[in-house]
């Protein structure tokens, strides 16, 4: 079975400049999730859909970050303009449903803001 | 927010030790919980799910104490392999997504 795929792997940008991450998740996982891991720390969720409708976008910067499911399949998480703060990994997770079940992770995106 | 706590660690333990991590959640109704385990540079992966009964799964022993909101994580027999980061995960009622705790670094020495 493919795993959650992420692209790209490593991404090196200057501050106020844009980025886009895109995840394929695991076929017929309804939930998908973004989180962002700065070194050190556990994973925080970004945003959460449920097929192509948000479900937790709480802790989403929605000043400079912004994330689309399309047709409740593929989805992207954008940040623009990006921050030095913003350099972390992005990781994609998804699962067949959002409570009580496991998450599949992708290797994630790892993003440097210079 | 909801919040999952953890002790950062390192834990520096010889191989062969046991050794026990805990975990704390503040949200009462929660009722999902997980140990996920993260190499170096790698993405987190599911290392078992924690019941109410508790559960066993060879070396890995894992409990829930709801009255007290902790979760316990206990490995015996420690091997080198066993190094990393083992992150709490708990889920809440509802459609809750997963939240993580910042993850324990364990270190098993030759």
């Known amino acids: 079975e493919a795993g959650v795929a992420q692209s790209p792997r490593y991404k090196i940008i200057e501050k106020r400049q844009s980025v886009a991450f895109w995840c394929n998740p695991i076929?017929?996982?309804?939930?998908l999730y973004w989180y962002q891991q700065i070194l050190g720390q556990g994973p925080k969720l970004l945003i959460q859909?449920?097929?192509?409708?948000?479900?937790?976008d709480s802790q989403l910067p929605k000043d400079r970050f912004s994330a689309e499911r399309l047709k409740g399949v593929d989805s992207t998480l954008k940040i623009q303009p990006a921050k030095l703060e913003d350099s972390a990994v992005y990781l994609c997770?998804?699962?067949?449903?959002?409570?009580?079940?496991?998450?599949?992770f992708g290797q994630g995106t790892r993003l440097t803001v210079v | 927010r909801k919040e999952v706590e953890q002790d950062p660690g390192p834990f520096n333990v010889p191989e062969g030790a046991t050794v026990a991590f805990n975990c704390t959640y503040s949200n009462s109704a929660s009722q999902s919980f997980f140990w996920y385990r993260q190499d170096c540079r790698k993405e987190p992966k599911l290392l078992m799910s924690?019941?109410?009964s508790g559960n066993e799964d060879g070396r890995f022993t894992a409990q829930l104490n709801r009255a007290s909101q902790y979760i316990s994580l206990l490995i015996r027999d420690s091997k080198l392999s066993d190094s990393a980061t083992y992150l709490c995960?708990?889920?809440?009622?509802?459609?809750?997504?997963?939240?993580f705790g910042k993850g324990t670094h364990l270190i098993i020495q030759p």
């Open positions: 924690v019941y109410s």
């Open positions: 859909f449920q097929n192509n409708g948000v479900v937790d």
């Open positions: 997770a998804s699962s067949l449903v959002s409570r009580n079940t496991e998450a599949f």
């Open positions: 076929s017929g996982h309804a939930t």
């Open positions: 995960v708990v889920s809440g009622g509802g459609a809750d997504g997963l939240t």
